[in-house]
C-alpha cells in the first residue's frame, strides 16, 4: 500500500504542476515561449527557480508544460492500448475457436517484432499518408500514441484473455448461462469487474514505457518537434551542451524518472493489493 | 510425438510472419517521403533534376513499389540478398561486422542484468526485509532514460575521473574489455529490473508452497532450500524473459551504440532505414525477428521440459 | 560542475606527461559522419571528401585562399598562357579547349605511373549514364577528351564559363585496376570497384596517405604512402573517428581519445565556443566562415510577401548581430546578399539592414499592413499579416533561430507560425514542389565566386512541366537580374565581372529576393602542438594540404 500511496503522490505532483503550468507563467510574470538571449542558461534565481534553457525560457514552466505533452501521450497511449487490448482479450476468451486463434497469433507475432526498428520506421512514415498535418505538434503526439498503442494493446490483451478465461470457466458461470443470463450482462457483470486489477496494472505500466519510448524518439530525431516542449525534446535539446549546462538535461531527465518510477509504484502497488 | 508436430507448426508460422512482415517493412519504408535520390540531391548541391531522373531509372527507383518488392522477394527466395545501397558492399559484409559488436555489447550487459537481477531477485525472497532496496533499485534502474544515464556515466567516469574511455572500440589489439565497461552497464542497469522483479515475484510466490515447508521441516539448509527446491521451479517465468531478451541481442540498442560510438546492428538498422537502403533493412530486420521468434520456440520447449503441467 | 572540473583538470595534469610522447607520429581525428562508400565519384558526401582529401588528389581544387590552384596539373590553363582555346565547339555553340599536363613523377601507392589514360577512364566511365556518378554537368559540357601523350590531356567544353580552369573535381581513376571492372558492366561497376572491395589496396590510392584499414561505421585508418613524391606528411599514421552524437564527440576529445576534432564536420559553434571557455588554452580553436548560406527563402505569391517593402521591412525587424553575437559566439558573418565577405567577388558597399524597428513599422504601414487590436498587423481587408516558417525538422540550431525569428517577428506585428518537416521532405516535397507558404529557413552551399543562377532566374523555378528542376523555390522573378545572371558565367574579364557582381549585389540587397541571414563558420579544434591546418570555408576540405600539417617543435 505504501508504494501505491508514493506512486500516486508522485504522480499527483507532477500531474498537479502540469496543470498549473499557466498560472506559474503569470505568478512568475514571464512567457515560457518567449526566448530571451540576452539570459541564456541563468543559473537558478527568484524569477526562475531553476534556471533558463538554450534560449533563455524559464526551465520550470517549460517542464511543467513538458509534464502536459509528456503525461498526455503517456496517458492516452496507455488508455487506448487498455481500451483495445481489454476489448481484444475478452472477445478472444469469450468467442474462443478461429477469432482467439487470430488474436492471438496477431499478439504473438507483435511481440516477436523488434519494436524500436519498427517504431523508427513508423516514426518516419509521412504523416500526410494517413491524413495528418505535418510539422504541427499536435500531429506528432497524435503519431507518436498511434504508434505506442500499435505494439502497446498485446501485453494488455494477453492479460484480459487470461483473466476471462479463468472466470469464463467458474462454475456459477456455467449455472448463470444456464439459467438465461444474457451473454452481454454476464460479460459485464462477472467478466469485467474480473479484469480490472490486471488490466489497470498493465495500464500503469503502459503509461511509464510511453514517456521512456517518447524520450528514446526524441534522441532519434522523430520525437514531438520544439517550440513545443515535452521531456524527451528538452533532454535530447541539452544534450549537445551537456557539459556546460549540466542542468538543462538534469531537469528534464529526472522529470522522467519520477514519472515513470510513479507508474511503476503504482502498477506494484496496485498488483500487491 | 506431439512435441514434433508442434515444432514443424511453430516453425511453419515463423515462415509466415516472416513473410508477412518483409512485405509491411518494404511498404512502410515505400511509404516514408521521399527515396534514396532525393536524400543524395539534399547531400550534393551539384546534381541537378535531370541527375535525378537519371539515377532513379538506373537504380529502378522509377518501378513501382510492388514491382520492386516483387524482384527484391525473388531474390531472395534464390538466396541472394543483394547489396546494401549505402555502403555499396554485399549485405552480409556490413551484417557480420555489426552483429559481432551488438552480441558483445548486448551479451555482456544481458548476462550481468540476468545475474544481477536474479540475485537480487532471490534476496529479496528471501529476506523480505531488503525487498525495499531491491524494489528502489529495480524502479530506478528502469525509469531512467538509457541516453541520461549513458551521458551521466560518461561525464562521471570518462570526463572528469578518467577512468574509462568514453566511447568508441579498442584499436590495435588494445583492451577491448576497458570499451565495453560503460556501454554495458549503461544497459544492464536498465535491463537489470525485469529479472529482479520477475525473481522476486516468482520466489516470494514458490517459498509459500507446502512442499518447501517439508523441504526445511526436513532439515535441509537455507541455501539448499533457496537454490536446490525454490529456484528451479521459479525459473520458468525468468526463462521466458530472457527469450524475449534474445531478440535484442541481434537488433542491438541503436541509443547506446549512438551514445558510445560502437556502430551496432541498432544503429545500422536506424540508418538502413532512415537512409532507404530496403536490402540492408529488410535482411536486419527479418534476422531480428527470426531470432526473437525462434528464442521464444526454444523457450516454450524448455519450459515444457521444466514444467510436466505444461505439456 | 565546478570541483568535478578541478578534479579532472589535476587528474589531467597527472596523466599529462605519461601522455607526452618523445616523437608525436600518429594523429586522430573525429568527425560527426562514416564515409559509407570509397569512391570518390558516386555519392558526394563530406566525410568521403574528408578522407579523400588525404588519400586522393583532384587534377584542381580551390585553395584555403578561394583561388583555384593546380593540385596534379603543373600549370591552370588560361587564355593568357594559350592553355585555354576560344573556338567553335562540336554543337556549334561558342566553346574551349583546355590543356593539362600532369606534374612528373605522379603515381599510384603501387608505383604505376599516373597518365592521360586514367583521366580518359574518369571521364568515360562519368560520361556514360549506367555507371551511376553523381552530378554530370561537367561530363556534359566536356565532350572530348584528347589524351596528347602520357602526361598531357586536352578537354574540349561546349560552352565557355569564366571558372573553366577549375574542372570540377575531376581526379584521375586508376585505369590499371578498375578499367576491367568497369568495361565488364558498366551498371555493376558501383559495387564491384575496388574502392569497395579492395579499400586497403595501395594501388588505387595517390595521396600523401593511404588507407590501410577500416572499421565500418567506426573510423578509417590511414599511413603513409610511401610512394608519394610530394613533401612527406609529418604523421606516420592517421585515425579518423566517427562519433555522430556530438556531446560523446566532446566527451572524447576532452577523455583525450581523439587528438583533434575537423571542422568540416564538427562542433556546431555554440558547444565549441562553451567548450573553449571550459577548457582555455587546452585546445587551439579556430572559427573559419565558410560558403555555407543561411537565408529564408520567400514564396513571392504570397499576398504581403511579394511586396519588397515588406520583405525589407522583415529584414529590418530582425535583429541578426544579435542573433549571431548570442547564439553563435559572434562567430559568424552577417550576409548582407549571397557573395561571402571573403569571395574575391564581394562588393564592401552593399547595402545592409540593419535592426530598426521605427522603420521596419514606418515601411509595414506605408504598405498598408495597420496594427490590429491583439498587436498582429492586418490590412484593409481584414487579413493577418501572417507568415509560416519552416525549416528542416531535427537541426537543433535553426529551430534555435527559428524561435527567436518568431519572436523578433512578433514585436514587429507579424504573426510566425512554425512549421517543421525532416530534411527528406522539407527539401524532395516541400521545397521543391514549391509547396512552403511563407518562409523556409535553409542553407546554400556553394563554390567561390559562383553565379546564383539555378537559384535565382526565372527560369529556374520549379515546374511540373519541366520536372520540377530549377531552385528558385520561391519564385522569384527579375528581368534585370535575369539578364545579368546570363551574362556573368560568360564574362572571361576578371574586372568586368567585378563589376557585374556588384551590380548583383546591389539588386539582391535592394530587392531582398531572399532574406539573408549569415554565413555558416566551421569550429576547428587542434591540439595545441599541431600546426600548419589551412581550414578552407569551401567544398574542398582542408586535408587536400594534409602534407603541410606539422608536429610543433
Given at each position: 500500500?505504501?508504494?501505491?500511496?508514493?506512486?500516486?503522490?508522485?504522480?499527483?505532483?507532477?500531474?498537479?504542476?502540469?496543470?498549473?503550468?499557466?498560472?506559474?507563467?503569470?505568478?512568475?510574470?514571464?512567457?515560457?515561449?518567449?526566448?530571451?538571449?540576452?539570459?541564456?542558461?541563468?543559473?537558478?534565481?527568484?524569477?526562475?527557480?531553476?534556471?533558463?534553457?538554450?534560449?533563455?525560457?524559464?526551465?520550470?514552466?517549460?517542464?511543467?508544460?513538458?509534464?502536459?505533452?509528456?503525461?498526455?501521450?503517456?496517458?492516452?497511449?496507455?488508455?487506448?492500448?487498455?481500451?483495445?487490448?481489454?476489448?481484444?482479450?475478452?472477445?478472444?476468451?469469450?468467442?474462443?475457436?478461429?477469432?482467439?486463434?487470430?488474436?492471438?497469433?496477431?499478439?504473438?507475432?507483435?511481440?516477436?517484432?523488434?519494436?524500436?526498428?519498427?517504431?523508427?520506421?513508423?516514426?518516419?512514415?509521412?504523416?500526410?499518408?494517413?491524413?495528418?498535418?505535418?510539422?504541427?505538434?499536435?500531429?506528432?503526439?497524435?503519431?507518436?500514441?498511434?504508434?505506442?498503442?500499435?505494439?502497446?494493446?498485446?501485453?494488455?490483451?494477453?492479460?484480459?484473455?487470461?483473466?476471462?478465461?479463468?472466470?469464463?470457466?467458474?462454475?456459477?458461470?456455467?449455472?448463470?448461462?444456464?439459467?438465461?443470463?444474457?451473454?452481454?450482462?454476464?460479460?459485464?457483470?462477472?467478466?469485467?469487474?474480473?479484469?480490472?486489477?490486471?488490466?489497470?496494472?498493465?495500464?500503469?505500466?503502459?503509461?511509464?514505457?510511453?514517456?521512456?519510448?517518447?524520450?528514446?524518439?526524441?534522441?532519434?530525431?522523430?520525437?514531438?518537434?520544439?517550440?513545443?516542449?515535452?521531456?524527451?525534446?528538452?533532454?535530447?535539446?541539452?544534450?549537445?551542451?551537456?557539459?556546460?549546462?549540466?542542468?538543462?538535461?538534469?531537469?528534464?531527465?529526472?522529470?522522467?524518472?519520477?514519472?515513470?518510477?510513479?507508474?511503476?509504484?503504482?502498477?506494484?502497488?496496485?498488483?500487491?493489493? | 510425438?506431439?512435441?514434433?508436430?508442434?515444432?514443424?507448426?511453430?516453425?511453419?508460422?515463423?515462415?509466415?510472419?516472416?513473410?508477412?512482415?518483409?512485405?509491411?517493412?518494404?511498404?512502410?519504408?515505400?511509404?516514408?517521403?521521399g527515396d534514396p535520390i532525393d536524400l543524395a540531391l539534399i547531400g550534393d548541391p551539384r546534381l541537378t533534376a535531370g541527375d535525378a531522373a537519371r539515377l532513379r531509372a538506373l537504380h529502378g527507383l522509377d518501378q513501382?513499389?510492388?514491382?520492386r518488392?516483387?524482384a527484391w522477394?525473388?531474390s531472395?527466395?534464390?538466396?541472394e540478398?543483394g547489396y546494401s545501397r549505402l555502403f555499396a558492399v554485399p549485405v552480409?559484409d556490413v551484417?557480420?561486422?555489426?552483429?559481432?559488436?551488438?552480441?558483445?555489447?548486448?551479451?555482456?550487459?544481458?548476462?550481468?542484468?540476468?545475474?544481477?537481477?536474479?540475485?537480487?531477485?532471490?534476496?529479496?525472497?528471501?529476506?523480505?526485509?531488503?525487498?525495499?532496496?531491491?524494489?528502489?533499485?529495480?524502479?530506478?534502474?528502469?525509469?531512467?532514460?538509457?541516453?541520461?544515464?549513458?551521458?551521466?556515466?560518461?561525464?562521471?567516469?570518462?570526463?572528469?575521473?578518467?577512468?574509462?574511455?568514453?566511447?568508441?572500440?579498442?584499436?590495435?589489439?588494445?583492451?577491448?574489455?576497458?570499451?565495453?565497461?560503460?556501454?554495458?552497464?549503461?544497459?544492464?542497469?536498465?535491463?537489470?529490473?525485469?529479472?529482479?522483479?520477475?525473481?522476486?515475484?516468482?520466489?516470494?510466490?514458490?517459498?509459500?508452497?507446502?512442499?518447501?515447508?517439508?523441504?526445511?521441516?526436513?532439515?535441509?539448509?537455507?541455501?539448499?532450500?533457496?537454490?536446490?527446491?525454490?529456484?528451479?521451479?521459479?525459473?520458468?517465468?525468468?526463462?521466458?524473459?530472457?527469450?524475449?531478451?534474445?531478440?535484442?541481442?541481434?537488433?542491438?540498442?541503436?541509443?547506446?551504440?549512438?551514445?558510445?560510438?560502437?556502430?551496432?546492428?541498432?544503429?545500422?538498422?536506424?540508418?538502413a532505414?532512415?537512409g532507404n537502403d530496403y536490402n540492408l533493412?529488410?535482411?536486419?530486420?527479418?534476422?531480428?525477428?527470426?531470432?526473437?521468434?525462434?528464442?521464444?520456440?526454444?523457450?516454450?520447449?524448455?519450459?515444457?521440459?521444466?514444467?510436466?503441467?505444461?505439456? | 560542475?565546478?570541483?568535478?572540473?578541478?578534479?579532472?583538470?589535476?587528474?589531467?595534469?597527472?596523466?599529462?606527461?605519461?601522455?607526452?610522447?618523445?616523437?608525436?607520429?600518429?594523429?586522430?581525428?573525429?568527425?560527426?559522419?562514416?564515409p559509407s562508400t570509397f569512391h570518390p565519384n558516386i555519392d558526394a558526401m563530406?566525410a568521403k571528401s574528408?578522407?579523400a582529401?588525404?588519400?586522393l588528389?583532384p587534377?584542381?581544387?580551390?585553395?584555403?585562399?578561394?583561388?583555384?590552384?593546380?593540385?596534379?596539373?603543373?600549370?591552370?590553363?588560361?587564355?593568357?598562357?594559350?592553355?585555354?582555346?576560344?573556338?567553335?565547339?562540336?554543337?556549334?555553340?561558342?566553346?574551349?579547349?583546355?590543356?593539362?599536363?600532369?606534374?612528373?613523377?605522379?603515381?599510384?601507392?603501387?608505383?604505376?605511373?599516373?597518365?592521360?589514360?586514367d583521366l580518359r577512364f574518369a571521364w568515360e566511365a562519368g560520361r556514360n549514364d549506367a555507371t551511376g556518378f553523381g552530378a554530370a554537368e561537367f561530363y556534359r559540357s566536356a565532350?572530348?577528351?584528347?589524351?596528347?601523350?602520357?602526361?598531357?590531356?586536352?578537354?574540349?567544353?561546349?560552352?565557355?564559363?569564366?571558372?573553366?580552369?577549375?574542372?570540377g573535381d575531376f581526379k584521375p581513376l586508376p585505369a590499371?585496376v578498375d578499367r576491367a571492372r568497369w568495361e565488364a558492366d558498366p551498371r555493376a561497376y558501383r559495387t564491384r570497384t575496388a574502392y569497395d572491395t579492395e579499400t586497403?589496396?595501395?594501388?588505387i590510392?595517390?595521396?600523401?596517405?593511404?588507407?590501410?584499414?577500416?572499421?565500418?561505421?567506426?573510423?578509417?585508418?590511414?599511413?603513409?604512402?610511401?610512394?608519394?613524391?610530394?613533401?612527406?606528411?609529418?604523421?606516420?599514421?592517421?585515425?579518423?573517428?566517427?562519433?555522430?552524437?556530438?556531446?560523446?564527440?566532446?566527451?572524447?576529445?576532452?577523455?583525450?581519445?581523439?587528438?583533434?576534432?575537423?571542422?568540416?564536420?564538427?562542433?556546431?559553434?555554440?558547444?565549441?565556443?562553451?567548450?573553449?571557455?571550459?577548457?582555455?588554452?587546452?585546445?587551439?580553436?579556430?572559427?573559419?566562415?565558410?560558403?555555407?548560406?543561411?537565408?529564408?527563402?520567400?514564396?513571392?505569391?504570397?499576398?504581403?510577401?511579394?511586396?519588397?517593402?515588406?520583405?525589407?521591412?522583415?529584414?529590418?525587424?530582425?535583429?541578426?548581430?544579435?542573433?549571431?553575437?548570442?547564439?553563435?559566439?559572434?562567430?559568424?558573418?552577417?550576409?548582407?546578399?549571397?557573395?561571402?565577405?571573403?569571395?574575391?567577388?564581394?562588393?564592401?558597399?552593399?547595402?545592409?539592414?540593419?535592426?530598426?524597428?521605427?522603420?521596419?513599422?514606418?515601411?509595414?504601414?506605408?504598405?498598408?499592413?495597420?496594427?490590429?487590436?491583439?498587436?498582429?498587423?492586418?490590412?484593409?481587408?481584414?487579413?493577418?499579416?501572417?507568415?509560416?516558417?519552416?525549416?528542416?525538422?531535427?537541426?537543433?540550431?535553426?529551430?534555435?533561430?527559428?524561435?527567436?525569428?518568431?519572436?523578433?517577428?512578433?514585436?514587429?506585428?507579424?504573426?510566425?507560425?512554425?512549421?517543421?518537416?525532416?530534411?527528406?521532405?522539407?527539401?524532395a516535397?516541400?521545397?521543391?514542389?514549391?509547396?512552403?507558404?511563407?518562409?523556409?529557413?535553409?542553407?546554400?552551399?556553394?563554390?567561390?565566386?559562383?553565379?546564383?543562377?539555378?537559384?535565382?532566374?526565372?527560369?529556374?523555378?520549379?515546374?511540373?512541366?519541366?520536372n520540377?528542376s530549377?531552385?528558385?523555390?520561391?519564385?522569384?522573378?527579375?528581368?534585370?537580374?535575369?539578364?545579368?545572371?546570363?551574362?556573368?558565367?560568360?564574362?572571361?574579364?576578371?574586372?568586368?565581372?567585378?563589376?557585374?557582381?556588384?551590380?548583383?549585389?546591389?539588386?539582391?540587397?535592394?530587392?531582398?529576393?531572399?532574406?539573408?541571414?549569415?554565413?555558416?563558420?566551421?569550429?576547428?579544434?587542434?591540439?595545441?602542438?599541431?600546426?600548419?591546418?589551412?581550414?578552407?570555408?569551401?567544398?574542398?576540405?582542408?586535408?587536400?594540404?594534409?602534407?603541410?600539417?606539422?608536429?610543433?617543435?
Open positions: 500500500m505504501t508504494r501505491l500511496r508514493l506512486g500516486l503522490l508522485l504522480l499527483g505532483l507532477l500531474a498537479g504542476g502540469a496543470l498549473a503550468a499557466p498560472l506559474l507563467g503569470l505568478w512568475l510574470g514571464h512567457d515560457s515561449g518567449a526566448p530571451d538571449l540576452f539570459n541564456r542558461y541563468a543559473a537558478p534565481s527568484a524569477a526562475h527557480p531553476l534556471g533558463t534553457d538554450d534560449l533563455g525560457r524559464d526551465l520550470l514552466t517549460r517542464l511543467l508544460e513538458g509534464a502536459r505533452v509528456s503525461l498526455a501521450v503517456g496517458i492516452a497511449t496507455a488508455l487506448a492500448a487498455a481500451l483495445i487490448g481489454t476489448a481484444a482479450g475478452i472477445l478472444a476468451a469469450w468467442r474462443g475457436g478461429f477469432v482467439e486463434a487470430l488474436i492471438m497469433r496477431l499478439a504473438d507475432g507483435l511481440l516477436a517484432l523488434p519494436a524500436l526498428p519498427l517504431l523508427v520506421v513508423l516514426a518516419a512514415v509521412d504523416p500526410a499518408v494517413i491524413g495528418l498535418p505535418r510539422g504541427e505538434a499536435v500531429s506528432d503526439m497524435a503519431r507518436i500514441i498511434i504508434i505506442l498503442t500499435l505494439f502497446g494493446w498485446v501485453g494488455v490483451a494477453r492479460l484480459a484473455r487470461a483473466a476471462a478465461l479463468s472466470v469464463l470457466a467458474r462454475d456459477h458461470i456455467r449455472a448463470a448461462r444456464a439459467l438465461g443470463v444474457t451473454e452481454a450482462r454476464l460479460l459485464r457483470r462477472h467478466v469485467l469487474p474480473a479484469l480490472a486489477a490486471p488490466v489497470s496494472v498493465a495500464t500503469a505500466l503502459a503509461v511509464a514505457g510511453a514517456i521512456l519510448a517518447e524520450s528514446t524518439l526524441s534522441f532519434l530525431g522523430l520525437g514531438i518537434a520544439p517550440p513545443a516542449p515535452s521531456w524527451g525534446n528538452m533532454l535530447a535539446n541539452a544534450q549537445e551542451l551537456v557539459f556546460s549546462a549540466p542542468m538543462a538535461a538534469v531537469w528534464p531527465g529526472l522529470a522522467i524518472l519520477a514519472a515513470v518510477a510513479g507508474c511503476t509504484l503504482v502498477a506494484d502497488g496496485l498488483r500487491a493489493r | 510425438m506431439a512435441g514434433a508436430a508442434l515444432i514443424l507448426r511453430r516453425l511453419a508460422q515463423i515462415a509466415i510472419t516472416l513473410a508477412i512482415l518483409s512485405f509491411a517493412a518494404y511498404m512502410l519504408i515505400g511509404l516514408m517521403p513501382p513499389l510492388l514491382a518488392y516483387a522477394a525473388a531472395v527466395l534464390r538466396g540478398f552480409a551484417l557480420w561486422p555489426a552483429l559481432r559488436s551488438s552480441l558483445a555489447l548486448l551479451g555482456g550487459a544481458l548476462a550481468i542484468a540476468a545475474t544481477g537481477g536474479v540475485a537480487l531477485g532471490v534476496l529479496a525472497a528471501a529476506r523480505p526485509r531488503s525487498a525495499g532496496f531491491v524494489d528502489a533499485i529495480a524502479v530506478i534502474g528502469q525509469a531512467m532514460p538509457s541516453f541520461w544515464l549513458g551521458i551521466l556515466l560518461i561525464i562521471l567516469f570518462a570526463v572528469t575521473l578518467g577512468w574509462l574511455p568514453a566511447g568508441g572500440s579498442a584499436e590495435d589489439g588494445g583492451s577491448a574489455l576497458r570499451f565495453l565497461v560503460l556501454p554495458v552497464a549503461t544497459l544492464a542497469i536498465a535491463n537489470v529490473a525485469a529479472y529482479a522483479r520477475h525473481t522476486a515475484a516468482a520466489m516470494t510466490a514458490t517459498l509459500t508452497e507446502p512442499w518447501i515447508r517439508t523441504a526445511r521441516a526436513k532439515g535441509a539448509s537455507r541455501t539448499r532450500v533457496l537454490w536446490r527446491h525454490a529456484f528451479p521451479n521459479a525459473a520458468v517465468p525468468i526463462l521466458t524473459l530472457a527469450a524475449l531478451d534474445a531478440g535484442a541481442l541481434v537488433s542491438g540498442a541503436v541509443v547506446t551504440e549512438t551514445l558510445f560510438a560502437r556502430p551496432g546492428m541498432g544503429k545500422l538498422i536506424f540508418d532505414i532512415m533493412a529488410l535482411v536486419a530486420l527479418l534476422l531480428v525477428a527470426l531470432v526473437t521468434m525462434l528464442a521464444t520456440l526454444a523457450a516454450d520447449l524448455a519450459q515444457r521440459a521444466l514444467d510436466p503441467r505444461l505439456a | 560542475m565546478a570541483p568535478a572540473l578541478r578534479l579532472a583538470a589535476a587528474l589531467l595534469a597527472l596523466a599529462g606527461p605519461a601522455l607526452a610522447q618523445p616523437a608525436r607520429d600518429s594523429l586522430t581525428i573525429g568527425i560527426t559522419q562514416y563530406v574528408y578522407v582529401g588525404f588519400t588528389r587534377l584542381t581544387a580551390y585553395a584555403p585562399d578561394w583561388q583555384p590552384t593546380c593540385l596534379f596539373c603543373e600549370t591552370l590553363p588560361t587564355i593568357e598562357n594559350g592553355l585555354a582555346v576560344r573556338e567553335t565547339a562540336a554543337n556549334g555553340r561558342p566553346g574551349l579547349r583546355l590543356t593539362y599536363r600532369l606534374r612528373e613523377g605522379l603515381r599510384w601507392g603501387d608505383g604505376t605511373p599516373i597518365t592521360g589514360e565532350y572530348e577528351l584528347i589524351v596528347v601523350d602520357a602526361r598531357t590531356i586536352t578537354l574540349r567544353f561546349d560552352k565557355v564559363t569564366f571558372d573553366f580552369a577549375s574542372v590499371h586497403t589496396n595501395p594501388a590510392w595517390n595521396g600523401p596517405y593511404r588507407i590501410a584499414a577500416v572499421q565500418p561505421g567506426a573510423g578509417v585508418t590511414l599511413e603513409r604512402n610511401p610512394l608519394w613524391g610530394g613533401a612527406a606528411p609529418a604523421f606516420r599514421r592517421i585515425q579518423i573517428r566517427t562519433v555522430e552524437n556530438t556531446a560523446a564527440l566532446e566527451a572524447q576529445l576532452l577523455a583525450g581519445q581523439i587528438d583533434m576534432i575537423a571542422g568540416e564536420l564538427g562542433l556546431p559553434i555554440d558547444q565549441a565556443a562553451a567548450l573553449q571557455r571550459r577548457t582555455g588554452d587546452r585546445f587551439r580553436f579556430e572559427y573559419h566562415p565558410g560558403l555555407i548560406y543561411e537565408h529564408l527563402d520567400i514564396n513571392h505569391d504570397h499576398p504581403a510577401l511579394g511586396d519588397r517593402r515588406v520583405r525589407q521591412a522583415l529584414l529590418m525587424a530582425l535583429d541578426r548581430a544579435q542573433i549571431v553575437a548570442r547564439l553563435f559566439d559572434g562567430r559568424q558573418p552577417v550576409a548582407h546578399s549571397s557573395v561571402n565577405p571573403l569571395d574575391p567577388m564581394h562588393a564592401e558597399d552593399v547595402r545592409q539592414w540593419p535592426h530598426d524597428p521605427a522603420r521596419a513599422a514606418a515601411l509595414l504601414d506605408e504598405a498598408g499592413w495597420r496594427r490590429g487590436p491583439d498587436g498582429i498587423r492586418r490590412n484593409a481587408a481584414g487579413d493577418r499579416l501572417s507568415i509560416e516558417l519552416m525549416t528542416t525538422a531535427g537541426n537543433r540550431s535553426r529551430e534555435q533561430v527559428q524561435q527567436v525569428l518568431q519572436a523578433q517577428w512578433r514585436a514587429a506585428g507579424i504573426e510566425t507560425r512554425i512549421r517543421n518537416e525532416p530534411p527528406r521532405v522539407f527539401f516535397e516541400t521545397l521543391s514542389r514549391r509547396r512552403f507558404q511563407g518562409a523556409a529557413l535553409f542553407a546554400w552551399i556553394s563554390a567561390p565566386e559562383s553565379v546564383p543562377r539555378t537559384t535565382l532566374h526565372s527560369d529556374e523555378i520549379p515546374r511540373a512541366e519541366r520540377w530549377g531552385q528558385n523555390f520561391g519564385g522569384y522573378r527579375n528581368p534585370e537580374l535575369d539578364a545579368l545572371l546570363e551574362a556573368l558565367p560568360e564574362e572571361l574579364d576578371p574586372d568586368e565581372r567585378r563589376q557585374m557582381f556588384a551590380r548583383l549585389q546591389a539588386i539582391y540587397s535592394r530587392e531582398l529576393p531572399v532574406l539573408p541571414l549569415w554565413f555558416r563558420s566551421d569550429a576547428h579544434i587542434w591540439p595545441t602542438w599541431l600546426e600548419g591546418v589551412r581550414p578552407t570555408g569551401h567544398l574542398n576540405p582542408s586535408t587536400l594540404w594534409a602534407e603541410e600539417w606539422r608536429v610543433r617543435p
